[in-house]
């Protein structure tokens, strides 16, 4: 199999709305230069020279790999999405967009499979990856393909122990880091592999096999997004849908490009099986780079296991921290853990964790309190969160499976509901422009909401069906979804 070779472009794939009629080709460059002025985001040309020169830099001395980390950093503060919820943090709250109002589709782009995780946004490029196996560079402004890399080989339903993702490609969101793409690709029976693409032309120039530490690949299915700090991508593991098999499990740091000799580092849940990190949302980093992780059910008798959790891990993946609730037999005998939903980190060093039980536990960051060890504790959503919150301040928006999503305040050490949403929207929302922006995955809606309370100001129907947890990037004036076929770009943002 030939992995790098480009794809065709389908001949027509892309809808555009009469807002933004077709162009010729000339013209169609003429638009997406005027995106990238109106975005204010720099030439994708330096994050593409940046790249090219990580492994010579690197070799070069501490002074030469100071300067071109600056240069990394400087290039990732003008990437208008860079990863699951646009920061490490995964607040998915930007300021600084144009103010929301009337929804229209403004293009919409057929690829070759699913796009579970977000799609990134770098410079005036938008960065998605398939089922399928492949990442697509597309034109912010048309949605015209830019370039295409198959980087693996995606492993049909049949072949998986069991599932219900068909086939198993590239399911997490990819992070942006230092000037690279980076994705993880399942790749056949047995393999997950890691690849960092330059974003300006999808030349692979980093590609690594992954080991999940429990040793058993084919049970360990990589749905969490990629994150990135200290030089390391993290890359975190658990199960497929039916909890088949004798995964355990873990979160992988791989020294990024350039990283030289530094060596892999891990932390494996000290469960005997089960207790999967598998939250949309992956990994959420503090400033400090700590590192928090949902973890799923695991033992259902003593002695504690680490499962139903949120475990704190230093950069190196060491643990230094843990809460589980007081109830944790009973959750994990229920399939009722804290794994489901990314842990949300608030202004005031707190963190909120809502799981499938749907009761949300405010917790101290840096102490986090061991077994039930909550500041507070409130019944939030009826049926459980799953995906990814967002946060502005002392506010989260937890993504509730059912009853729509709950704006929660957590100010003064206590949690009160301040308003619920459209109940059939199910996805993880997003901050911008004004507006709360979240979908309703099963009939393919975006709604765009009141912070303030919730109520829908527009929507619109995407005409597609959307992956399980899908949230909304937000860039200029566009909402960018992915769908079980591809992207849509929504205007109005």
């Given at each position: 199999m030939v992995l790098h070779h480009p794809l065709p472009t389908p001949a027509a794939d892309v809808t555009r709305s009469p807002l933004l009629p077709a162009t010729s080709d000339h013209g169609e460059r003429?638009?997406?230069?005027?995106?990238?002025?109106?975005?204010?985001?720099?030439?994708?040309?330096?994050?593409?020279?940046?790249?090219?020169?990580?492994?010579?830099?690197?070799?070069?001395?501490?002074?030469?790999?100071?300067?071109?980390?600056?240069?990394?950093?400087?290039?990732?503060?003008?990437?208008?999405?860079?990863?699951?919820?646009?920061?490490?943090?995964?607040?998915?709250?930007?300021?600084?967009?144009?103010?929301?109002?009337?929804?229209?589709?403004?293009?919409?782009?057929?690829?070759?499979?699913?796009?579970?995780?977000?799609?990134?946004?770098?410079?005036?490029?938008?960065?998605?990856?398939?089922?399928?196996?492949?990442?697509?560079?597309?034109?912010?402004?048309?949605?015209?393909?830019?370039?295409?890399?198959?980087?693996?080989?995606?492993?049909?339903?049949?072949?998986?122990?069991?599932?219900?993702?068909?086939?198993?490609?590239?399911?997490?969101?990819?992070?942006?880091?230092?000037?690279?793409?980076?994705?993880?690709?399942?790749?056949?029976?047995?393999?997950?592999?890691?690849?960092?693409?330059?974003?300006?032309?999808?030349?692979?120039?980093?590609?690594?096999?992954?080991?999940?530490?429990?040793?058993?690949?084919?049970?360990?299915?990589?749905?969490?997004?990629?994150?990135?700090?200290?030089?390391?991508?993290?890359?975190?593991?658990?199960?497929?849908?039916?909890?088949?098999?004798?995964?355990?499990?873990?979160?992988?740091?791989?020294?990024?490009?350039?990283?030289?000799?530094?060596?892999?580092?891990?932390?494996?849940?000290?469960?005997?099986?089960?207790?999967?990190?598998?939250?949309?949302?992956?990994?959420?980093?503090?400033?400090?780079?700590?590192?928090?992780?949902?973890?799923?059910?695991?033992?259902?008798?003593?002695?504690?296991?680490?499962?139903?959790?949120?475990?704190?891990?230093?950069?190196?993946?060491?643990?230094?921290?843990?809460?589980?609730?007081?109830?944790?037999?009973?959750?994990?005998?229920?399939?009722?853990?804290?794994?489901?939903?990314?842990?949300?980190?608030?202004?005031?060093?707190?963190?909120?964790?809502?799981?499938?039980?749907?009761?949300?536990?405010?917790?101290?960051?840096?102490?986090?309190?061991?077994?039930?060890?909550?500041?507070?504790?409130?019944?939030?959503?009826?049926?459980?969160?799953?995906?990814?919150?967002?946060?502005?301040?002392?506010?989260?928006?937890?993504?509730?499976?059912?009853?729509?999503?709950?704006?929660?305040?957590?100010?003064?050490?206590?949690?009160?509901?301040?308003?619920?949403?459209?109940?059939?929207?199910?996805?993880?929302?997003?901050?911008?422009?004004?507006?709360?922006?979240?979908?309703?995955?099963?009939?393919?809606?975006?709604?765009?909401?009141?912070?303030?309370?919730?109520?829908?100001?527009?929507?619109?129907?995407?005409?597609?069906?959307?992956?399980?947890?899908?949230?909304?990037?937000?860039?200029?004036?566009?909402?960018?979804?992915?769908?079980?076929?591809?992207?849509?770009?929504?205007?109005?943002?």
């Open positions: 003429q638009a997406e230069r005027a995106a990238a002025v109106h975005t204010d985001v720099v030439a994708i040309k330096v994050a593409s020279a940046v790249a090219i020169v990580i492994t010579a830099l690197s070799a070069c001395g501490p002074a030469a790999a100071t300067a071109h980390r600056a240069a990394h950093d400087r290039v990732a503060r003008h990437a208008n999405w860079p990863t699951y919820h646009a920061n490490a943090r995964r607040s998915g709250s930007v300021a600084g967009l144009p103010a929301a109002g009337r929804l229209a589709i403004g293009w919409s782009r057929r690829l070759n499979g699913a796009v579970y995780g977000q799609p990134l946004v770098i410079g005036d490029t938008v960065i998605a990856a398939t089922e399928g196996d492949t990442v697509y560079g597309l034109s912010l402004a048309s949605g015209r393909v830019r370039w295409a890399r198959h980087v693996a080989g995606a492993l049909p339903l049949r072949s998986q122990p069991c599932g219900n993702i068909d086939p198993l490609g590239i399911t997490s969101t990819p992070v942006f880091y230092r000037g690279l793409v980076y994705a993880l690709a399942q790749d056949g029976r047995y393999k997950h592999v890691l690849v960092g693409l330059d974003p300006a032309s999808g030349r692979v120039r980093y590609r690594r096999s992954v080991a999940s530490p429990d040793h058993r690949p084919f049970y360990d299915q990589q749905r969490a997004a990629l994150a990135a700090g200290k030089g390391l991508i993290y890359v975190a593991f658990g199960g497929h849908f039916g909890d088949c098999g004798p995964y355990v499990g873990s979160v992988v740091g791989v020294p990024a490009a350039g990283g030289g000799s530094r060596p892999v580092v891990s932390y494996k849940v000290p469960a005997a099986q089960l207790a999967g990190i598998w939250a949309a949302g992956g990994p959420a980093i503090d400033a400090s780079g700590t590192v928090y992780v949902g973890v799923g059910n695991g033992a259902t008798s003593r002695p504690y296991d680490g499962s139903d959790s949120v475990t704190a891990l230093s950069p190196r993946l060491h643990r230094t921290g843990l809460f589980a609730p007081a109830s944790w037999i009973a959750d994990n005998a229920g399939d009722l853990d804290l794994g489901s939903m990314t842990p949300a980190l608030t202004g005031a060093g707190q963190i909120l964790a809502v799981g499938k039980r749907g009761i949300g536990y405010l917790l101290r960051a840096h102490r986090l309190g061991g077994i039930g060890g909550q500041i507070a504790r409130l019944s939030i959503c009826p049926a459980g969160a799953f995906g990814g919150a967002a946060v502005r301040g002392h506010t989260v928006i937890v993504p509730c499976a059912s009853g729509g999503p709950a704006a929660v305040a957590t100010r003064g050490n206590r949690l009160r509901v301040a308003w619920r949403g459209p109940p059939s929207a199910d996805g993880s929302p997003v901050i911008g422009g004004g507006a709360v922006w979240v979908t309703d995955t099963a009939n393919g809606v975006l709604y765009e909401l009141s912070p303030g309370t919730g109520r829908v100001r527009h929507q619109i129907r995407l005409g597609s069906q959307l992956p399980h947890f899908a949230s909304p990037s937000l860039s200029g004036r566009l909402v960018l979804i992915g769908t079980m076929h591809g992207v849509i770009a929504v205007t109005g943002a």
